[in-house]
């Protein structure tokens, strides 16, 4: 009985030690890359507002099986992304899974000159839960990889067509 009783405390210490330490990590994560391209920022916000031609650059996008579109969505089996047009300096774009949670991107683009800054960066907001918090450690490496991959074959294909 008394090794039950111990191993009941230890639990409970142990959880209550790993959510006092998940307090320490922040509840809001954005993960964000950028790219400069040499089109012009109509040329880039043109292609970036056409969710169709996604598929062509955008690494998630490619992943997915069977897409289906709509005028400014794509659907698969987990997953929807609906593209929000705000302006010609950035488009919002949110990510919702079947599973109800839900994440925001935004591209912003800038221009230098004669080369567009396109920056994207996607928004994560946590509850307090140990496991969500402590998952947010990993996203940038996830993540981060895909996001490059995807701006850089953005890249080749506005400077191929321009």
């Known amino acids: 009985m008394k090794i039950l009783k111990l191993i009941i405390i230890s639990a409970v210490v142990l959880f209550l030690l790993v959510t006092a330490i998940s307090f320490l990590l922040p509840s809001k994560v954005r993960i964000s890359r950028a790219v400069n391209i ?3 920022v109509a040329s880039v916000y043109k292609r970036l507002e056409e969710i169709k031609d996604w598929g062509l650059w955008n690494e998630y996008i490619k ?3 069977e897409k289906r579109f709509s005028r400014n969505s794509i659907s698969s089996g987990h997953l929807t992304v609906y593209i929000i047009k705000s302006d010609t300096g950035s488009i919002k774009s949110v990510w919702r899974r079947n599973n109800g949670t839900m994440f925001t991107g935004m591209f912003h683009l800038i221009p230098a000159g004669s080369v567009t800054v396109v920056q994207w960066y996607f928004d994560f907001t946590f509850k307090w839960y140990p496991w969500e918090k402590f998952s947010s450690i990993i996203y940038d490496k996830q993540l981060g990889p895909q996001m490059e ?5 953005l890249k080749r294909l506005l400077e191929k067509a321009e």
């Not at 991959?149 to 074959?153: E, I, P, Y």
């Open 38 to 40: 040499s089109v012009p």
């Open 149 to 153: 991959q995807s701006l850089l074959n």
């Open 63 to 65: 992943a997915l099986p």
